[in-house]
């Protein structure tokens, strides 16, 4: 993309309330023009935390991104002066941008701890390269297996594997119970 300035010590990292749907948008929007508006020593990385769920509807596996934090971006920026007052031009490039309906904390805005931000990179990190599945099951549960070698059958699930998205669950064949891995999206809950 554009040749990123590493952020000066200075630099903090804010929450941005967006419109629900948006978040994309305003990221976007955010790091294209801080280059038109010559704001690169003001504004620095912008984050939208996201991880991959998945989910089968009609016999087919589905992907998709979903927001750690709907409704939120999180942007490193110098908002305030070494006078401790607002810089006017970053505050109000932010502010303007569709999509945000302003700053967390209002018109003064409180710098996230970095704690806060270790706990968020942790969290994207924990999701990178992994599917979560849509529907989170528990162990005891029925389910009904919709892909495989067992299509049809109902089982109970015995263990759950989320790292690796697997569940034990024991099926009934000819009157025995017979333990079988799974992938999440590979069964349904039973519904009463």
Do not use: C
């Amino acid at each position: 993309m554009s040749s990123e300035i590493s952020a000066p010590a200075t630099a903090q990292w804010f929450a941005l309330h967006t419109l629900s749907g948006q978040e994309n948008k305003v990221k976007a929007y955010i790091e294209k023009f801080k280059v038109v508006e010559e704001l690169e020593d003001s504004v620095f990385e912008v984050l939208l935390p996201t991880e991959v769920v998945s989910e089968v509807k009609n016999g087919k596996k589905s992907t998709k991104s979903r927001k750690l934090y709907p409704g939120y971006v999180f942007i490193q920026m110098n908002l305030y002066g070494e006078d401790g007052k607002v810089i006017n031009k970053p505050w109000y490039f932010i502010k303007e941008v569709n999509g945000v309906i302003g700053f967390v904390g209002g018109e003064r805005p409180a710098p996230l701890r970095q704690s806060e931000i270790d706990e968020i990179r942790a969290r994207i990190e924990a999701a990178n390269g992994k599917e979560v599945p849509k529907i989170q099951y528990a162990v005891g549960e029925e389910v009904k297996i919709t892909d495989g070698a067992f299509t049809n059958l109902t089982g109970r699930i015995d263990e759950i594997d989320p790292d690796r998205g697997k569940l034990k669950i024991s099926v009934s064949i000819f009157g025995r119970f017979t333990p079988v891995e799974l992938e999440y999206w590979q069964v349904h809950r039973i519904t009463e």
